[in-house]
């Protein structure tokens, strides 16, 4: 098995859960660890909040064991906050620190931080620089392939990062401009990997295990990271991670599929109010249920959960959905 460094983090070469905001929560990193995940990123934690002691922002910091090797992603546009913020975060003892400076959301990129940092290398440069000098552990920046496509500067600018300190660059092979639509480049992957001495994960339209190899031969990344591919599938991870461990995967069956979403749902509950983790456990229980007979007709019924008890009500009626279709 090969591992890559970042810093003096030793993360299996396989492949990392990405950050996402409203989903890759602390529930979901400890679940798609399990299930073989080598590394996890924090959903976004606003460098302003936190330095205002918002009790949200400060939340989202804290880190189990079973999420490590897991950073912490900040987000901000100004270097005095992203520096106070990482003195607060320092204290949640995180593996890495990552800056974001690639979500095209407008109410992050609107406000001068995400995807927008990479129209002012500079600026974004002071930003990693303000980091690095007081964080206790590697720095590391997400970026995206550019704004648009007339301002395609993910090479130069990752390596612009890389010489303010950056410990390893992420790339998402989309511009702003495209949000989550049309393709992820993978050349732009490949060029900013023969830019930078650093490590670079890869991170865009990996959605089997194939995409993943492809990632690590196309562009010679030290690691493949996965986002939306992983809602209601954490067994993308284990198929990866027995593939590089020369095992054969099982593919989940019906039992096992509504099994993790009862589990994925209590730890959920284990760690949020149960109002909150319920209302969140309702995406990902239509997510858990996709592609099977009958799912699109029970994509309401997971919208209307409003307790565990329902959950295991839904799993048994949707289990008996598929029982009586194999039987007809």
């Known amino acids: 098995m090969e591992y890559t460094k970042i810093g003096n983090i030793k993360i299996k070469k396989t492949a990392v859960l990405a950050p996402m905001a409203g989903v890759a929560d602390r529930a979901y990193r400890i679940l798609n660890r399990e299930f073989g995940a080598s590394y996890t990123v924090s959903e976004l934690i606003s460098a302003k909040g936190l330095c205002y002691s918002d009790k949200k922002t400060e939340e989202l910091c804290r880190i189990t064991e079973k999420e490590r090797p897991c950073a912490l992603q900040l ?24 800056i974001n400076m690639g979500c095209p959301v ?47 500067n993910a090479a130069e600018f990752a390596y612009a990062m890389e010489k303010a300190g950056a410990a390893a660059i992420t ?12 393709k992820s480049d993978i050349e732009i992957i490949k060029e900013v ?35 939306r591919a992983t809602y209601g599938n954490p067994w993308i991870f284990k198929e990866i991670d027995d ?20 589990y994925h749902i209590r ?17 990902h229980a239509a997510w858990y249920l996709t592609g099977m007979y009958g799912a699109a007709a029970f994509r309401a019924k997971c919208y209307s959960l409003s307790s565990y008890d329902d959950a295991v009500r839904l799993a048994e009626e949707f289990k008996e959905l598929q029982l009586r279709n194999t039987h007809k």
């Open 171 to 182: 790339v998402h092979g989309r511009t702003r401009n495209q949000m989550y639509s049309g």
């Open 243 to 262: 593939y590089f461990e020369g095992r054969t995967f099982t593919p989940p069956d019906l039992d096992t599929r509504l099994e993790t979403m009862l």
């Open 193 to 227: 990997k023969k830019a930078v001495s650093v490590p670079v994960i890869g991170n865009g339209d990996v959605a089997s295990l194939e995409d993943c190899l492809k990632m690590y031969e196309h562009t010679g990344c030290d690691l493949v990271m996965i986002g």
């Open 106 to 152: 407008p109410k992050v990129a609107g406000n001068g931080s995400g995807a927008a940092l990479m129209k002012n290398t500079e600026l974004s440069a002071e930003i990693v620089r303000a980091a690095v000098s007081e964080a206790n552990v590697p720095v590391t920046v997400k970026i995206r392939k550019g704004w648009d496509e007339n301002s395609v």
């Open 267 to 283: 730890l959920a509950l284990s760690d949020k109010p149960e109002h909150i983790a319920i209302q969140e456990a309702r995406k």
């Open 75 to 98: 987000f901000g546009s100004e270097p005095e906050f992203i520096k106070k913020a990482v003195k607060i975060i320092n204290q949640y003892s995180p593996d890495i620190i990552d």
